[in-house]
């Protein structure tokens, strides 16, 4: 055998997914298929491929058309909340239907960040990714056009972190019923128990998105 080749088909699969997503990213052209290059590269710990499985992209396709449907393309400042890897955000910078001038990325896990921002590198200054608690941020100071939130059944208390927003801060929230997973501490039965538990005060979507284990849940409206 030779002496340069892996012991088992796999052992090598991180070098493998890099030179591929660089393929891809050669023959697409695509920024955000070359962040994920530098990912696999720069943060080989990350769980990048959870993050851009195919069910997590559709979701946030979903955002992206439901958002530009309801709201139109053009955005000043967006927050992300619980914005993980900067997926969501690499994305909408992705789409050049929408107009959008900066996004900031906020997260409680403090490796995630790092991550964010080499993949959403090409947005330079349009882009921050800051560790932080979401029930500790000044929405008020800021006050962001559009405020995102995807990461719902991972918090416990929905209305009580909108509550911290002005009224009038536009909102697009998701949540899903998919209760088996242990990291999920607040997942809902139905879009109407989302409705409920968000108590938007306008609401200019409402919709589900049903996946293989799980519906997926979105609300695009005003707090
Ligand atoms: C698994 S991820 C995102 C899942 C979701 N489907 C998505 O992609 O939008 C959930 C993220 O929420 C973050 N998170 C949980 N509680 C938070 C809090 N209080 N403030 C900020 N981020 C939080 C976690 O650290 C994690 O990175």
Redesign the pocket.
């Known amino acids: 055998m030779d002496a340069t080749q892996p012991e088992y088909p796999g052992a090598d699969w991180r070098e493998h997914a890099f030179d591929l997503t660089r393929g891809i990213a050669a023959y697409t052209s695509n920024p955000l298929i070359a962040g994920l290059a530098r990912i696999i590269a720069k943060h080989p710990q990350a769980d990048i491929a959870?993050?851009f499985n195919h069910k997590?992209v559709a979701?946030?396709m979903w955002a992206r058309d439901k958002l530009l449907e309801s709201s139109g393309a053009r955005f000043g400042r967006i927050w992300?909340?619980?914005?993980?890897?900067g997926?969501?955000a690499a994305m909408l910078f992705d789409d050049t239907r929408l107009d959008i001038d900066a996004i900031d990325s906020?997260?409680?896990?403090p490796s995630?960040a790092a991550v964010a921002r080499t993949l959403n590198r090409p947005a330079g200054e349009r882009f921050q990714a800051v560790t932080?608690?979401?029930?500790?941020l000044d929405y008020a100071a800021v006050r962001p056009d559009l405020v995102v939130?995807?990461?719902c059944?991972?918090?416990?208390n929905v209305r009580g972190?909108l509550d911290l927003l002005p009224r009038g801060t536009q909102v697009l929230l998701?949540s899903?019923d998919y209760f088996s997973e242990p990291?999920h501490i607040n997942c809902v039965a139905s879009v109407g128990a989302f409705e409920e538990m968000a108590g938007l005060s306008e609401l200019r979507f409402s919709g589900e998105l049903p996946m293989k284990k799980y519906t997926?849940f979105m609300l695009i409206g005003t707090v």
């Open positions: 959870n993050a997590q979701c946030k992300i909340l619980g914005g993980w890897y997926v969501l906020f997260d409680i896990d995630v932080a608690d979401m029930y500790a939130n995807t990461s059944e991972h918090i416990a972190w998701q899903n990291t997926r």
